[in-house]
């Protein structure tokens, strides 16, 4: 547990998010005096000075402090608060983070201000390094994949859009997952519903999207391919009457657990359109993919790939998790070398994020977690074999309470890159969404102002109150587009 008190100012939210990088996965409560008991971090701006003071049962233990000159603008506020304590913390606990002080969701969208404003490339590497205090080959893997995505956003036209379909149901849920995901051994008898509400809201989405160019379809989860041959057919052809998917579309399903994947449904998936698909092994180690609740080996994995590629699948990704439980840097070479050898089209390195809503952050304390220091060694080798591989990276997203606050990165060969991965994480697209939990996201071309409209997480809402959910879009989407 750790306390922290605020004065002169009311940045909580960058309080704890600097907090939580040098001690990860505690509570964190704001208070308003030193606890006799437990760590207390004191975070101070006022009368041109900022610092950070340390407590421990109620005793000052460290503090650092920089002189300031008014007026400060908001964002200078929020640099000067976390350098005091990122510059506390680090002395107190011999942690040096290779992210600094940014401790947002997209690195690489500071950069592209910074390219936007007309910096040169080493002037923004020295703005990341020398203001924010970032390792310099995390400067330069931000400002790389920075460069990735402005060449594909510069196609962006002011009527594309994207579409996202929502396909909530899992085989079972997974160690570490918090997303909406239902476990088809309670849901299965739900599922047709699901369709048949979930075709009314892409029949609406469908007629308003006449009025643009559509890029990029997204079926997701969940997990998709958990849908019977059948059901999967039944959303293909809706997809195909609505929506009319062209070779020069981007339609991805995210196919995820071998144990859900058939070779039928991968035929019916190149019959429609279907022309990027994930399979995600997480890991190539049998006892850790039991572990995190995975019903499926190695094996299973090896076969659905080469099951992809037979049926004519040219652009497959892979999802790896590195800082699963029990994981050491060794059984990342090998899952590397095992990846390695199926040479797929992407590879998404995702670091493990401990969220609350997971089953591993209720059974925490179960498990031997890795140390930053090994997490690091795990990007490393990721990194190394990806450049073995041909692959370079093109997107890049962080998370909150992930290990070692270190970053999730895609990897993919020349052309092959994730377009609606890029769209989602720059938001400089508007996403129509259907399904449960969906998020539609309007993003206004002129001024780059971002509306969302939320569906219901609950299926048994969702189902019951589609209607609603329609006309929730009917009420927010601008009329205009």
Not at 22 to 43: C, D, G, Q, W
Not at 264 to 291: C, F, H
Not at 399 to 407: A, D, R, S
């Amino acid at each position: 547990m750790i306390d922290y008190i605020l004065e002169g100012h009311e940045l909580q939210n960058d309080v704890q998010t600097m907090i939580q990088v040098f001690y990860p996965n505690l509570h964190y409560y704001r208070v308003e005096e030193v606890s006799p008991e437990a760590i207390t971090i004191k975070s101070i701006l006022e009368q041109g000075k900022a610092s950070a003071i340390l407590y421990e049962k109620a005793k000052q233990k460290a503090v650092w402090s920089v002189p300031y000159t008014e007026p400060l603008t908001e964002k200078e506020k929020k640099r000067l608060v976390k350098l005091t304590l990122f510059e506390l913390l680090k002395e107190e606990t011999g942690i040096k983070p290779k992210w600094g002080l940014l401790t947002g969701v997209r690195p690489a969208k500071i950069v592209n201000t910074l390219l936007d404003a007309g910096m040169q490339d080493a002037e923004c590497l020295d703005y990341l390094t020398e203001k924010y205090l970032v390792a310099e080959k995390k400067a330069r893997l931000s400002l790389q994949v920075a460069k990735a995505e402005r060449r594909l956003l510069a196609k962006n036209g002011k009527q594309d859009i994207s579409l996202y379909i929502g396909i909530p149901f899992c085989p079972t849920r997974c160690l570490y997952c918090s997303f909406t995901a239902y476990p088809l051994v309670q849901y299965k008898n739900k599922v047709d519903a699901y369709l048949d509400a979930m075709f009314l809201e892409l029949d609406f989405l469908a007629e308003y999207a006449k009025n643009f160019r559509l890029k990029n379809i997204y079926i997701g989860g969940g997990t998709p391919t958990s849908l019977t041959e059948e059901q999967l057919e039944r959303l293909l052809q809706k997809v195909e009457e609505k929506f009319s998917p062209t070779k020069e579309m981007e339609h991805t399903i995210e196919a995820g657990r071998p144990d859900t994947i058939t070779k039928e449904k991968l035929r019916l998936m190149k019959a429609y359109g279907v022309n990027r698909i994930s399979i995600n092994p997480q890991t190539m180690n049998d006892t850790t993919l039991q572990r995190i609740g995975r019903q499926h080996s190695v094996a299973d994995i090896r076969r659905v790939f080469w099951e992809a590629r037979e049926v004519g699948h040219e652009n497959i990704n892979m999802d790896l998790i590195l800082g699963l439980p029990e994981e050491t840097p060794e059984d990342v070479r090998h899952t590397m070398e095992e990846i390695m050898a199926l040479e797929p089209d992407n590879v998404t390195v995702h670091t493990l994020a401990v969220k609350r809503a997971s089953r591993l952050k209720e059974q925490f304390d179960l498990y031997t977690m890795t140390t930053a220091a090994d997490l690091e060694e795990m990007l490393e080798i990721s990194s190394a074999y990806a450049e073995k591989m041909g692959l370079f990276p093109y997107y890049m997203y962080r998370q909150k309470n992930m290990v070692g606050n270190f970053e999730n990165v895609g990897y993919c060969k020349p052309g092959k890159e994730g377009i609606y991965n890029i769209q989602i994480m720059e938001e400089k697209q508007t996403i129509l969404a259907a399904g449960a939990g969906a998020s539609t996201k309007t993003v206004d071309p002129r001024t780059d102002r971002i509306e969302r409209v939320f569906n219901v997480k609950s299926i048994e809402d969702y189902i019951g109150r589609i209607e609603e959910m329609i006309e929730r879009k009917r009420q927010g989407l601008p009329r205009e587009g």
